[in-house]
Structure formats: structure tokens, C-alpha cells
């Protein structure tokens, strides 16, 4: 396939998080201008400032946008439509948009893409490895013991890696637009797998303890966690954990050709840089 957009600018929505710092990083290692956006970009994005778009849009030809905080929370479609909508006046014309497995809102916001006149690519994600190492599971990974309401029911964890790569294939390959590509890993693991998966990669103890949702909706508060960040964490484990999304897609070989990355090699990859290590 050929580079298609190696003369305009990438707009990156959500450059400094865990997919967007990726799929910038590709970019710029071919060479490929990339604007950061993000509250700390030049100029800053803001999702809840819609004065903010135009400016980070200007001059750009593609967008991948990674919604915040979730493409699940009430809101995101009209918020992905109006985005898509300046894009088009900027003249933003291939839009990339991340999204989530089994989340009814996501689906909708990925509807207002496609009905939004944008040359659009989906790429629909289940649960991320990522989120063991780079978010809200680090720290009791690292303290030794994850306390979840996810039992029995699995989940194919794909590796934002991944995601990028087939990102930034949407974004600069002839072949992608009008596609939706549903990405899992090669295998189903429950949360308890997966940690077990991680304690023998970081050669180290590390318990998974079943817990209720209202248990751990009550751990979040006693954290100081905020109520609407309870609220969706707590809905992507009822709601999305529920078995709906308990099957593996081939999102990642139709759009690449190769087989997804496994979570033993992330978890392997990710020990190794000791990001693991008991304190
Ligand atoms: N985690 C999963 O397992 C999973 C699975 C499927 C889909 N998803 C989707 O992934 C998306 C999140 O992507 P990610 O995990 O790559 O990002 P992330 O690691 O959560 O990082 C968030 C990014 O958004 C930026 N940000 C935060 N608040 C913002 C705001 N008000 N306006 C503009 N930017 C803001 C942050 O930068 P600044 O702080 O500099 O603004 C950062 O770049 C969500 O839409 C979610 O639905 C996640």
C-alpha cells in the first residue's frame, strides 16, 4: 500500500495517553508532522472547550482521535459528531477514530462518524494490556494485589501497539477508509489470568481477589476517586464485562496481515523494564 498523506499535518487527539503517544511516535519516526492533541499541546485541545478545535485542526489533513474519558460516557457521539464537522470545515478530511468493544454510546459516536462525510476508519477495541502498566491497574499491580468485580468472564486484552500500527495504517495507507476493524489479542484470559500471566513475567507475588462491584465502587471513593469517574469504571465492568465481548476478531490481520500480539510477550516485554518492580 502507498503513503497517501505524507504532505499534510496529523492531528493527534490524545498524543500524551496511551494509543495517541504511539501513533505519534510511528508518525514521527517516518518523518511525518504531527501535532499533539491535548490540554499540553501547541495549541491545546480540549474536548470541553470547543473554542480549542479549530485552531489544533488548522493546516491538518488526517486526525486520529481517541476520545476522553471514555466514548461511553452520555455525550461522546454528539461530541464525535460536532468534532468530525469542524474537521471537515478545516479541512481535515481522514478521520481515525479509536473506540470500544460492546459500549452502546461508543457505537453510536462511531455511527456519527461514518454519517459525517469524513473519509472515516473505526478501530474498535476490547480491554487494553496497557491498562495493567500505563494506568489505573499500575499501582496495585505493583502493591501486589488486584481487587476487581470481574470473576470468570474473559476478555481477548489487545496491546495498544497494535492499535497503533493499525492507526497509523488508516492514517497514511491507501485501503482503510469507510473500514471498521475490531481488534482483540489472539487469546481470552480473565483478569485473574492475566495477573497471573503478570506475576510470573515479574517474577514476583501478586494476587487477584474477586470483590463485588459495590465493594470496589466503595475502594475508588475511599481513594478519593471522582463520582463520575467511579460511575464509568464501574459501568465498564458491569456493563462491558458481562460476556458480550467474551470472543476474539481479526481486526488486527485484516488490517495489517499478521497475526495480534500476545499478552504473554506484553507482559514479558513490560516486566522486563521493570515497571513491576515491588517498591
Ligand atoms: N483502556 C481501555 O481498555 C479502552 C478500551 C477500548 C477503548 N478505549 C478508549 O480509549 C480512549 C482513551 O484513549 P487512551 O487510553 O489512548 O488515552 P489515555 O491513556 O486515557 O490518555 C488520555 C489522553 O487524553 C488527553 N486528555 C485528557 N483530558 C482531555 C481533555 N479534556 N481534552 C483533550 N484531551 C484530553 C490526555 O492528555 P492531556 O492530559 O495532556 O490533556 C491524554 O493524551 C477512550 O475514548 C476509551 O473509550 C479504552
Redesign the pocket.
Known sequence: MTNNNSHGTTLVV???????RRVAERLQARDLPVRIG???GAPP????DRSTWAPALQGTAAAYV???P???VPGAPEAIAAFAEQALEAGTQRLVL???RGEGE?QRAEQALADSGADWTIVR?S??NQ?FSE?YLLEPVVAGEVALPAGDVPDPFVDADDIADVAVAALTQEGHSGRLYELTGPRLLTFGDAVGEIARAAGREIRFVPVTIEQYAAALAEHDVPDDVVALITYLFTEVLDGRNAGLADGVEQALGRKPRDFADYARRTAAAGVWAAE
Open positions: 490524545g498524543g500524551t495517553g496511551k494509543t495517541g491535548s490540554r499540553s485541545f480540549d474536548w470541553e481517541s476520545y476522553f471514555d466514548l461511553a479509536l473506540s470500544g461508543a477495541c480491554w487494553f491498562n494506568s
